[in-house]
């Protein structure tokens, strides 16, 4: 076998080829599945998100030492995710525990809960490496007094955190209302806002459930150069909300969502649709005064 690469490898450098053209090569010669799967590893990768703090009015950074790699700031840039690591893992190997030099007031250090993320509109805690069908942001969850995840402290309703960016479903069947947090990607529309980004953005999320009835209305930070959360697309006269389509799929995002009827600001799933799960993409214009949304069915 060595004897048949070294003449493969000399065969090429005669010919004027390269390392990559053998490589190449060899991709091509590949099974349909090998390729398949070469890929679909390409295509999803699993982030570790370890965090920031200030301390002395100086940012600093949580560190994750071993089993991912960090990313230039260019490379957070562009999936505008602050100080992350790419896992190098392989499924079923238990994730690292990250560490970090953050203290409360009284000088106690914050504790390491778990990475989390949000699965089917669920806070998902992950101890070891997933079999992964997407990309995948986890998350580290610091906590100075900790707490046990079966047994969690419930915060006081007037102190409890409210995403900068998340979309609230308030279901039909129970009149309670549910938040869905909304993460931020960079876009191809060259017209979408910034939201305080050096570039185009638009939110998304991963898979979510909805029943016939259910009422959804977006709340997005950067609206019209403020910092401040708002409902989403800013409230001024005429026609704000835009469903998008896709000829590739024929799929047609009016086909699942319509405006409410009493508030021009949220969207209700039909009542002729069944219950299902969807992914849903939004990007705002002229500065947050118009919303453009795709919704897209999981097969």
Excluded at 15 to 31: D, M, R
Excluded at 37 to 43: C, D, F, L, T
Excluded at 209 to 235: H, N, R
Aim: glycine share 6%; proline share 4%.
């Amino acid at each position: 076998m060595k004897k048949i690469l070294t003449f493969v490898l000399i065969s090429a450098l005669l010919l004027g080829g390269s390392a990559t053209a053998v490589s190449l090569k060899a991709s091509a010669e590949s099974s349909p599945a090998e390729q398949s799967e070469a890929v679909a590893e390409k295509q999803h990768k699993l982030y570790l998100v370890p965090g920031t703090y200030t301390a002395e009015g100086v940012k600093v950074e949580n560190a994750v030492s071993d089993g991912a790699s960090k990313l230039t700031a260019e490379e957070c840039a562009a999936i505008m995710t602050e100080n992350a690591y790419l896992c190098s893992l392989s499924a079923g190997d238990a994730l690292p525990v990250p560490t970090s030099g953050r203290t409360d007031k009284n000088g106690a250090p914050y504790r390491f809960n778990g990475w989390w993320s949000i699965v089917d509109a669920t806070v998902t805690y992950f101890d070891k490496m997933p079999e992964l069908s997407e990309t995948l942001f986890l998350y580290a969850d610091w906590r100075a007094e900790l707490s046990q995840r079966k047994d969690p402290v419930i915060p006081d309703e007037s102190t409890a955190a409210i995403p900068a960016n998340y979309m609230s479903i308030k279901r039909a069947a129970t009149g309670k209302e549910e938040i869905i947090t909304l993460r931020i990607s960079g876009t191809d529309e060259v017209n979408a806002d910034t939201l305080g980004y050096y570039k185009p953005v638009q939110l998304y999320n991963d898979w979510f459930e909805l029943c016939p009835g259910d009422v959804i209305t977006v709340y997005a930070a950067g609206l019209g150069g403020s910092d401040e959360t708002q409902a989403a697309p800013l409230d001024v006269a005429g026609n704000r909300i835009t469903f998008e389509n896709s000829t590739t799929t024929g799929n047609n995002t009016g086909t699942y969502l319509k405006i409410d009827a009493n508030d021009s600001r949220a969207l209700v799933y039909r009542a002729t649709q069944k219950k299902q799960h969807f992914r849903i993409y939004i990007k705002f214009k002229s500065k947050g005064t118009e919303m453009s949304v795709y919704i897209e069915p999981k097969n």
